[in-house]
């Protein structure tokens, strides 16, 4: 039995959690986050500064209640292993929870793991209760990142198809924008879309053809631009949630499409989704029948552990730290990066 401590702060979230990791997997006995998005909303997006200027005000709030919700009273003699975000993101976001997690580190002699985001995501996977199969494919898709990831084995990943723009989550939040549907605008158009006519408009598919797994979703975004120019320069009457509905539909087939080739190409075993777009109601049920069609096992986080959480950054924590000496897991050994990748 071990006890690990997650720290999440690499973007708009404060998040710590406190993780129970058996032979019989994993158990979470805290999951707590404190969200921004009231505060950034009015800006339209995150603002770096500010999200690490709310960090510092909540992050000792947030540890301790996730202590007190998961029952531990001697932080030294119950936590055997922080593990912290270390990158990527935002710079001054990550500095305070990796600052705040050295810190109990030196205080406490505890051992400490820096952790990829990223790698997080796909972790929130084993969160499930089951194991995964390798070789696995795993699709993050979420407001800075739209990746497909190949997963030989623990730790072994090899990128083989990524946005070369905008990252679909992003290209939601543009649309939302464009709509007047407020900040974050990604679920609004998701929601939306659900009473919409996905086929009202014509909307590109970039690369759906190209033989590589990238994406592209600048020209996507674009092409929703000037369709609400034409529709306004004409006057013609629209309904925003057929707007919603085709670009949702353009977006996602070109994510299922790639998906399926990639799985096809490399003989994967398993297919998982995560990253914040995997909340998404349509995406979730169409790569499943993706799956289920190919034979392939799947798995999709829970809806609580879709957004950032410190729960995927724990389960991450678990799997690294296997494979790391006593020196590799002290305080002077983890470093931020804010641009880190696989």
Not at 187 to 214: C, H, Q, T, W
Not at 300 to 316: G, H, L, S, W
Request: charged share 20%; proline share 3%; net charge positive.
């Amino acid at each position: 039995m071990k006890k690990i401590l997650g720290i999440e702060t690499s973007c708009d979230e404060t998040a710590m959690a406190v993780l129970d990791a058996g032979k019989n997997g994993f158990n979470v006995l805290s999951n707590v986050v404190s969200s921004q998005v009231k505060m950034h909303a009015k800006f339209g997006g995150v603002v770096p500064n500010l999200a690490a200027r709310e960090h510092v005000k909540n992050i000792s709030h947030v540890f301790n209640l996730a202590l007190k919700e998961a029952g531990i009273k001697n932080f030294q003699s119950e936590i055997d292993l922080i593990a912290v975000t270390r990158g990527p993101g935002l710079g001054p976001a990550l500095l305070v929870g990796l600052m705040f997690a050295k810190t109990l580190a030196w205080k406490y002699g505890e051992k400490i793991i820096g952790i990829n985001h990223l790698e997080g995501h796909i972790y929130s996977n084993w969160l499930n209760g089951g194991n995964i199969k390798f070789p696995a494919l795993n699709l993050i898709v979420s407001g800075g990142h739209t990746e497909l990831v190949l997963m030989k084995n623990y730790g072994k990943y090899e990128i083989v198809g990524e946005t070369l723009d905008d990252a679909v989550g992003e290209a939601f939040d543009k649309v939302a924008r464009l709509l007047d549907l407020g900040y974050p605008g990604g679920p609004v158009v998701s929601k939306m879309a659900e009473s919409g006519d996905p086929a009202k408009y014509a909307l590109p598919r970039p690369m759906i053809k190209s033989k590589d797994f990238n994406f592209s979703y600048s020209g996507l975004k674009t092409a929703v631009l000037y369709l609400l120019k034409d529709l306004n320069a004409k006057k013609i009457k629209f309904r925003k949630e057929d707007i919603c509905a085709s670009f949702q539909n353009a977006a996602i087939d070109v994510l299922l499409q790639k998906t399926q080739a990639a799985g096809r190409k490399y003989s994967i075993k398993a297919l998982c989704l995560s990253g914040g777009v995997s909340a998404n109601k349509m995406l979730r049920e169409k790569l499943s029948h993706i799956a289920v069609k190919n034979g392939w096992q799947y798995s999709q986080p829970e809806m609580r552990y879709t957004t950032d959480n410190a729960a995927m950054i724990a389960v991450a924590g678990y799997f690294e730290s296997l494979k790391k000496t006593k020196r590799q897991l002290s305080w002077q050994s983890v470093e931020m990066d804010a641009n880190l990748g696989f």
